[in-house]
Structures are given as structure tokens and as C-alpha cells.
């Protein structure tokens, strides 16, 4: 039955839709004794997991229930915050109608990041990931709301071809809307009523680990688009993501004063790894790559909060973090655990950042509007990228000209490989397919 389980969800196309976007048949072909879901949500003015909890729990769980018989595990938990009350009451309701006493629901803190899927395990279970490890290790699988969702699609035969999303900032008319996948983000945006600035730029995800889109014009919406945040080019959200990284560095070796409160409020520090953020801040001083203190960086979950919130001197150890990182693995380094157990800052609670807080020193508080559920858009012309998850990208199985149905396989795993297969979001012709996307016109 779990092979049967993990050979629907590959053929659907579902991948992580919370994060990087792991292969979920990846994921959901392992042996563990939990499977947790994510719905803390913990991402500032997101709204498309509460919505689902609220309104799909029946969805959700039914692929929450399929993941765990795919794992083997025993119990399944929903995670989610406590401030999303009609999300919970949906969760409870659904916990309690279970037959078989295997769910639970777990209410988290209103902090950030209660979502990092270490803090989540380390909250709902009181294990504690090893350093650079996996909830796998301490026998977890931990599965997004989004994500759920679809596997019971897929169980239904149905593939990945929508995204719900949250669009908001600089809105007429802030939403919680569906898409189907390659949706121009422009598109989106003239849906919510369009911008209210002349000048903006727009935020893939989150404000903390969203990526700043190069141009907003020329970019579509994925299957790990979780929101679009429209705001001023000058805005501190902005500007600190699409800084130069030479200047980073330059500010960094000029400005940095050690104080320590990066490593103080670091969520992973907090779990008790081995990661300082403010020694890794003289990593670029002059310090070699090879040392113990460059390899720390490793461990970096790149939430952003050492950026956002922790630093007086508004410098960013997240990207400094960041591009050691990326030398260290394009190199090859990896990371030695001393091997010694790992223990809990005793400080850890205290040292929690409320999403409130939070929200004020990224100056969001007026786009805090928890916006509600529109319904659908669908445009006339998608462009859907053959890579939208974690490996290899699809292989194209369809020529220019091609007439697709709305849920056609367009993209194929490639063999022996790790990916995820694309299919058709919109009924409509194949009018191009080029730099790795298939358009369709409606």
C-alpha cells in the first residue's frame, strides 16, 4: 500500500510546497514514528496555510493519514498557532473525529520562526535534530499544509497544477488567491486590483527568506510560491535582500562590533548547535575557509532573523552566513559534529522573537491585514518552468503546437534522477518552449 502511496504523489508532481520544494515521494518513502504537519504559517502576513487548515482539514488530513502509512508512523500532529483560532477549531474538530486516536493537534507560540522545521520538531516533540541533520534522525517527517493537501489529490489522481497564494503590500485589494502554476506574477498583481506605488518591487515568498524577484514583469508563479509581497523599492525589506555582496562583506569587516546578539537570538544556537553567527561576521576578515568557525556556517537555517531583528548595526550576518556557506559547499567542505550530545540554551524561551515584534521592526504592521480567500484566477497564458523543486529539472515531453487538457504531463522525471514532473496548469495550446519553460496560451 505505501509503495502504491509514493508511486500516486510522484506521478502527481507534488513537492515540498513550504520551502525549496523537496520531491514529497522523496520524503514520504521513509520509516519514521511521526509525521508532522506545518502549519505555523510563521512567515509575517501569509495567510494561504490558515485558510487551508480552516477550510480543506478533511483534504489535509486525508493526506496527512496517507503520509503516515507511507512512513510507517504511528502518530500524525498538526502544528499551528494558536492566534489562527478558526484554524484551530477546524484542526480540533478534525483531530477529534479520528477513528483510529493517531492525530493530535499541537498549538505553537505566536514566534518566529516556529515554522523552521528543527524549531517545529524540537517544539511538538522535544527531540532535537543533530547539527546539519534531518527530522528523519530523530525519526520525524514533517510535511507543509500545502503540501498534505495535494498528496490527497494525488491519491485522487489528480496533479499539481495550482498554487494558493497570499498577495500583499502595496494591493488594492490584499488576498489569499488560487493560480494555476506558471501564472505571470504581474498577472496576480493586476488581479489584486494592482500596485498603489509607481515604483515597487515584489517578494517571492515571505519577507524573511522570500527572494526579491529580479523582474516582476518576466516571473511566474511556482508550485513553492507561498505569497507575493508588493513593496517600496526602499523599503528595509527590500534593500537588505538585493544589496551587493561585495558590499555586504565591505560593511560587514568595517561595521560589525561583536556584540554577540546575532548569536544570541539564533534559533539553531538556541537548539544548541554549534553556530555563532558574530565569529563567522570576521570569517572574510582574513580568516580561512577551512577553519572550524568558517564551517559553522554550514548550520545556518538563513531565517534571517540575525538580519532582521537581532543586529544594532543593521548589518547582515544571514548573507555573510550565506556566501561562506556557498564557498564551503561549492568546495566540498563538510561539516564534523564533535559528537557531543547536544543541549537546549537554557535561555531559549526567553529569547523567542514575537511575530508582533517582529512585524513592527520590518515595518509591516500596516500590510497586517489577514486577508481572506477570493477564490480562483486563471489567465490566459502560463509559463511553467521545468524546475520548480529540489534536483534535477523535468525533461519536456511535449512539442510547440501541442493541444494540453489542464493536468497533461508536460515534464518528466528525468531517469535516474531526483525531480519532480510539470504538468499542464491551463487547457490551451503549447505556443513555445524555451530556457526551460513551456507557455501555453489559453
Known amino acids: 500500500m505505501g509503495n502504491q502511496i509514493v508511486d500516486r504523489i510522484r506521478e502527481a508532481g507534488v513537492v515540498g510546497a513550504g520551502g525549496a520544494g523537496l520531491p514529497t515521494h522523496v520524503k514520504a518513502d521513509a520509516t519514521v514514528d511521526t509525521v508532522l504537519v506545518n502549519g505555523a504559517?510563521?512567515?509575517?502576513l501569509l495567510m494561504s496555510d490558515p485558510y487551508l487548515m480552516e477550510h480543506e482539514v478533511e483534504t489535509m488530513i486525508r493526506g496527512l493519514e496517507a503520509v503516515m502509512d507511507c512512513t510507517g508512523a504511528k502518530k500524525g500532529v498538526v502544528c499551528l498557532k494558536g492566534k489562527h483560532a478558526k484554524a484551530m477549531e477546524s484542526v480540533r474538530a478534525a483531530v477529534a473525529r479520528d477513528p483510529r486516536g493517531r492525530l493530535e493537534a499541537f498549538e505553537l507560540g505566536d514566534f518566529y520562526p516556529a515554522g523552521d522545521e528543527q524549531v517545529l520538531v524540537h517544539e511538538a516533540l522535544g527531540r532535537t535534530v543533530p547539527e546539519r541533520g534531518l527530522p528523519l534522525q530523530v525519526g520525524a517527517v514533517v510535511s507543509n499544509?500545502?503540501?498534505?493537501?495535494?498528496?490527497?489529490?494525488?491519491?485522487?489522481?489528480?496533479?499539481?497544477?495550482?498554487?494558493?497564494?497570499?498577495?500583499?503590500?502595496?494591493?488594492?485589494?490584499?488576498?489569499?488567491?488560487?493560480?494555476?502554476?506558471?501564472?505571470?506574477?504581474?498577472?496576480v498583481i493586476a488581479f489584486a486590483g494592482?500596485?498603489?506605488?509607481?515604483?515597487?518591487?515584489?517578494?517571492?515568498?515571505g519577507p524573511m527568506m522570500g527572494k526579491v524577484l529580479p523582474d516582476a514583469s518576466s516571473a511566474v508563479v511556482t508550485k513553492t510560491t507561498s505569497g507575493l509581497l508588493v513593496l517600496p523599492p526602499d523599503?528595509?525589506?527590500?534593500?537588505?535582500?538585493?544589496?551587493?555582496?561585495?558590499?555586504?562583506?565591505?560593511?560587514?569587516?568595517?561595521?560589525?562590533?561583536?556584540?554577540?546578539?546575532?548569536?544570541d537570538l539564533c534559533p539553531?544556537?538556541?537548539?544548541?548547535?554549534?553556530?555563532?553567527?558574530?565569529?563567522?561576521?570576521?570569517?572574510?576578515?582574513?580568516?580561512?575557509?577551512?577553519?572550524d568557525i568558517a564551517k559553522e556556517a554550514l548550520l545556518c537555517s538563513e531565517c534571517g532573523l540575525c538580519e532582521k531583528f537581532a543586529c544594532p548595526m543593521l548589518v547582515s550576518p544571514r548573507e555573510v552566513n550565506a556566501q561562506i556557506k556557498k564557498e564551503l559547499m561549492k568546495a566540498g567542505v563538510k561539516w564534523t559534529s564533535s559528537g557531543k550530545p547536544l543541549e537546549t540554551n537554557p535561555f531559549r524561551e526567553e529569547r523567542r522573537v514575537p511575530t508582533a515584534r517582529l512585524l513592527q521592526r520590518l515595518d509591516l504592521v500596516d500590510y497586517d491585514t489577514h486577508p481572506g480567500y477570493v477564490g480562483e484566477f486563471i489567465p490566459s497564458r502560463v509559463r511553467i518552468p521545468l524546475r520548480q523543486h529540489i534536483g534535477a529539472p523535468a525533461v519536456c515531453v511535449v512539442a510547440e503546437g501541442a493541444t494540453v487538457k489542464r493536468g497533461d504531463l508536460i515534464g518528466e522525471i528525468p531517469e535516474k534522477a531526483m525531480g519532480a514532473r510539470v504538468h499542464a496548469s491551463i487547457d490551451g495550446v503549447v505556443e513555445s518552449v524555451a530556457d526551460g519553460m513551456i507557455t501555453i496560451k489559453a
Open 194 to 205: 494592482g500596485a498603489t506605488i509607481a515604483e515597487y518591487r515584489v517578494v517571492d515568498g
Open 41 to 44: 504559517s510563521c512567515e509575517p
Open 268 to 291: 539553531r544556537h538556541l537548539l544548541g548547535h554549534a553556530l555563532h553567527p558574530h565569529k563567522l561576521m570576521r570569517v572574510f576578515a582574513g580568516q580561512d575557509l577551512e577553519s
Open 145 to 187: 499544509v500545502e503540501t498534505l493537501y495535494n498528496v490527497a489529490r494525488a491519491l485522487d489522481g489528480v496533479p499539481v497544477t495550482e498554487r494558493y497564494l497570499t498577495v500583499a503590500g502595496e494591493v488594492r485589494q490584499p488576498m489569499v488567491v488560487k493560480v494555476p502554476v506558471g501564472t505571470p506574477v504581474a498577472d
Open 235 to 263: 523599503h528595509n525589506v527590500v534593500v537588505r535582500k538585493v544589496m551587493d555582496p561585495v558590499r555586504v562583506r565591505q560593511i560587514t569587516n568595517t561595521v560589525c562590533c561583536q556584540c554577540s546578539r546575532c548569536t
